[in-house]
Every structure is written in structure tokens, then in C-alpha cells.
């Protein structure tokens, strides 16, 4: 009984000591801290303006302007990656914990004199402002306190760590961009070692090119978007005050390439390159780069001048037919076989209702009038052969093995003729394949093309051709039929 009585004045006891624990110290019993808390929310088009103060006297204020985010102070086109990366992080932002409901001191947290305070501004007059911390003992956390609330709270770190960076981090680095569909054509002066020529070049078509300098020929497509896409996507390495050196002092003054850019919808842009700057490690070769009309010289990569120095002949189109695949209409191919044993013959197909039918109307089963009409409107040579032969004769072009006539929605017409056997292409195994000397009706310059171009013509003959066959037997038996008397009996 005794013991009894001892065991329930220490639970007594116990129940009074936490009584006062309670009273005195009742963040000891706090609840453990919450997750998954909204902080914030708001759609990311709402968003209108940032701005960032730093304990250091240092601000950043991105304002929207007609559609385009800019850096107020300096008028610079703010980084697109930056503030959709605002937009993303912030509009719906989550805790990771409450930390502290009301804290006694904020410099625990970093939340006083050396927090960095943000302000976002919605459309419709509404803001949101908040004051970020530092990290949390893990590192990978940052405590935040909400303007006009007393909790800290901790949020993911790539919601916030960014509002440290430099007023530079916060700039658009691409800053030669442009639609390459506007480009209407570009010369670029050339100064380097293993090209010391103007290249210039002007767009014919929406695919097509024509090299006026240093050689006069039809240009690549592909090439020529090439060069441009390289210019257009220059990106700053670091960005440099004009006033911080001479244009001699950085290369710009005689410039390694000097090249502009002419549009259909704006004003030309002149793109400088000029002396090596120095690089990051040692695998990026850096250049200075000036855009007229910027107040920066820009330090990015020059391994895009590798593009400018490749050999000019090598940017020659080797697209000859000049016909987009999807605007033929018609195509009459011809075979003729100087072996008897070999396929021979017509095969006639038009494009009408949305598909392809041969001579009579009967739709055509298979792809084989789609390949036909995409490897001979946009045939690509493997080989220049003779700019100007004086006697197609002798690459077996004057008695063609093949004659394809293509005809596009605007009545345009080409003749694409494929003659003998020229070298074939020989694979890194030793592998033979045969190529064909071929010409364009009306030119005299001769190609080597691959045998495919000779296998899906006679493909197409030998569909025409069995077509034909089953044509003859339908006849036959009809005429069989319409030749036994009505009174013939059984």
C-alpha cells in the first residue's frame, strides 16, 4: 500500500513539473513544423514587374514592356530563361516547413539587415513581397519570411537562391537573335587564316540561295541557315562596357569577320567579330563581338568562325531540280533498257482528289508515286561531274536510260535524264554502289547520283507495267464473253 501510494505522488510530481515546463516554456510543446504550406499563388501571366533589393544598396527591377521583359535601369533586354524561372518558382510556391509562427530574432534566419527583399507586382494592382534568408544548416533550404506575416518558413533552394546574382546574370545573354525565315541576305568580310574573301549571299526563294561572292553559284540551303543560325545564336560569356577599352584595343576596329545582316521587316544588323579574349579554361576560345547599337561589347564563343572558314565550294546546292516534292502534280518516267532482258516501258501517274491515279483515273496502291516525285524534285547529286559538257554523248545522257518529267501546281516543268554508270560509291568496308551520270533538260552541268534514283523509277514502270497487264486480261476476258452468242447453248 505504501508503495502504491509513493508511485502516485511521483506521478503527481510529474504532472505539476510538466505543468510548468507548459506554462514557462510552451514553444518546447510547439506542434513539429508543417509541410506542404502555400505560400504564394498566382498565374505566371499575372506577373508584371520584379524587384530586388540587396543589403548592399544593389537593386534589379525587371519590368514587362510591350510584351518584352527589360532591365529598368539599364533598358537591356532581361534574360528570358531568368524570368520565367521567376514566373515557375514563385506562382506557386510551397513550404518546405514552418519553421517559427513568431520569431524574437530574425538574424537567426537571416531575415534582418542582410536579408534580400523582393517585391512582384500582378497585374490588377496586386503585389507580393517577401524577404529571403539564408540557407539552413542542410544547405538545401532558404528560409523566407512573407511580407505583412510573422512565420519563417523554409522553401526549396532553386526557389530563391538566384536574387544573390549579379545584375549581369539577370541580362538576356543571346543578343544577335533574329528569324533566319526573315533574312532576305548577308555578307560577311572575311579576315581569318583559312578565309580572306567577302562571302556573300542572297535568298532566292524560301529554300533557295545564290553565292554571289567569292564564287558565283547556286548556294545550299542548309548551309546558308547554318551560317545564320551560328550568328543568331551567339550567347555572352560575360558582358563588357564599351567604354572599358578602345575597339583597336579589342579587335573590333579591323574585325577577324565583319558581316551584316539584311531583313525583310527590320533594319540590317551589323555583327563585328575581333580579338580573342580570354577563355574560361582552356577549351573555349572566347572573342570580343560588337552589335551596332549596343552600348556592350559582348565576350562569347568563336568556334562558330569555324563555320565561315569551311571551304566556299562545299556550300554549293547540291539540290539541281529546284522543285518542292509536295507541289508535283505529275510524272511521266520513261525506261529504256539496252539489255532486252532488263525492264523497260512508261509509268504515268497525276495527282488529283488528294491522291495519285494513274493514266485512267484508277488510284495508285502504295507510296511508290510519293518517293518517286521526293527523290527527283528534291534529288541532292552526290557528285559534280562537268559544269558545262560539251557532249552529253559520252556520259550516255544523249539515249537516256531514264526520262522523268515532273510538273508542279504552276505548270512549271522539269526533265531529269539519267544516263550510264559513272564510279561508284565505295563504303568504308569496300562495299560497291553503283551511281549514274545525270542532267537537268536544258543544262549542260552533269551529275553523279546514286542508283536509288534508277530503282524507284523502275519501280514505278513495273507497277505501270502490271497494271497494263491486268488491264489486257480484264479485256480479254470481257471480249471473250461479248463474242459467245445469246442462243449458245450450254
Known amino acids: 500500500m505504501k508503495a502504491f501510494r509513493g508511485s502516485a505522488l511521483s506521478m503527481a510530481l510529474l504532472l505539476v513539473v510538466a505543468a510548468v515546463v507548459w506554462w514557462l516554456r510552451p514553444t518546447f510543446f510547439a506542434p513539429a513544423a ?21 543589403p548592399d544598396g544593389g537593386s534589379v527591377v525587371l519590368v514587362e514592356k510591350d510584351g518584352e521583359w527589360i532591365i529598368e535601369a539599364t533598358g537591356h533586354q532581361a534574360g528570358r530563361s531568368m524570368v520565367n524561372r521567376v514566373k515557375h518558382q514563385i506562382h506557386d510556391l510551397t513550404a518546405r516547413a514552418v519553421v517559427v509562427e513568431s520569431p524574437e530574432n530574425l538574424e537567426l534566419f537571416g531575415l ?28 538545401v533550404s532558404y ?18 537562391d538566384y ?14 537573335t533574329f528569324d533566319s525565315k526573315d533574312v532576305v541576305g548577308f555578307e560577311a568580310i572575311l579576315k581569318l587564316p583559312q578565309a580572306d574573301y567577302t562571302l ?75 580579338a580573342e579574349a580570354p577563355k574560361l579554361n582552356r577549351f573555349d576560345a572566347l572573342a570580343y563581338v560588337l552589335l ?19 571551304d566556299p565550294a562545299t556550300m554549293r546546292n547540291r539540290r539541281v531540280v529546284k522543285m518542292a516534292a509536295e507541289d508535283v502534280v505529275a510524272i511521266d518516267a520513261t525506261l529504256v533498257s539496252k539489255d532486252p532482258d532488263d525492264l523497260s516501258g512508261l509509268g504515268a501517274v497525276r495527282y488529283a482528289a488528294e491522291q495519285w491515279v494513274w493514266s485512267d483515273g484508277v488510284p495508285v496502291s502504295g507510296s511508290t508515286p510519293k518517293r518517286v516525285a521526293r527523290r527527283f524534285a528534291e534529288l541532292e547529286v552526290d557528285e559534280f561531274i562537268d559544269e558545262d559538257a560539251a557532249d552529253l554523248g559520252m556520259y550516255g545522257l544523249d539515249a537516256p536510260l531514264a526520262r522523268v518529267t515532273l510538273r508542279d501546281r504552276d505548270e512549271g516543268t522539269r526533265v531529269v535524264l539519267i544516263g550510264g554508270k559513272g564510279s561508284p560509291l565505295v563504303d568504308p568496308e569496300g562495299h560497291k554502289q553503283d551511281r549514274y551520270y545525270t542532267a537537268v533538260e536544258g543544262s549542260s552541268a552533269v551529275y553523279l547520283v546514286h542508283m536509288g534514283l534508277v530503282e524507284v523509277v523502275r519501280d514505278l514502270v513495273r507497277e505501270a507495267g502490271r497494271k497494263a497487264q491486268r488491264d489486257a486480261e480484264k479485256a480479254a476476258r470481257r471480249e471473250r464473253i461479248d463474242s459467245v452468242p445469246e442462243d449458245a447453248s450450254p
Open 112 to 139: 534582418g539587415d542582410n536579408a534580400i527583399s523582393v517585391r512582384l507586382s500582378l497585374r490588377g494592382g496586386r503585389d507580393i513581397a517577401f524577404k529571403v534568408g539564408d540557407p539552413n544548416p542542410t544547405s
Open 34 to 54: 508543417q509541410e506542404g504550406a502555400t505560400i504564394f499563388s498566382f498565374e505566371k501571366h499575372e506577373l508584371v514587374r520584379v524587384e530586388v533589393d540587396r
Open 292 to 310: 551596332d547599337g549596343e552600348d556592350t561589347v559582348f565576350v562569347a564563343r568563336s568556334s562558330m568562325l569555324e563555320e565561315f572558314a569551311k
Open 143 to 160: 528560409y523566407i519570411q512573407p511580407e505583412g506575416q510573422g512565420s519563417v518558413f523554409t522553401v526549396q533552394k532553386a526557389a530563391v
Open 200 to 274: 556573300a549571299m542572297e535568298r532566292v526563294s524560301e529554300r533557295q540561295w545564290q553565292m554571289s561572292s567569292p564564287i558565283e553559284m547556286s548556294a545550299d540551303d542548309d548551309h546558308a541557315r547554318r551560317l545564320l543560325g551560328r550568328i543568331s545564336a551567339l550567347k555572352a560569356v560575360r558582358f563588357q562596357s564599351r567604354g572599358e577599352a578602345s575597339l583597336a584595343d579589342l579587335g573590333l576596329d579591323e574585325p577577324r569577320v565583319d558581316m551584316s545582316v539584311r531583313f525583310g521587316s527590320r533594319d540590317p544588323m551589323r555583327i563585328r567579330i575581333g
Open 163 to 176: 536574387y544573390s546574382l549579379t545584375l549581369d546574370e539577370f541580362r538576356e545573354r543571346r543578343f544577335a
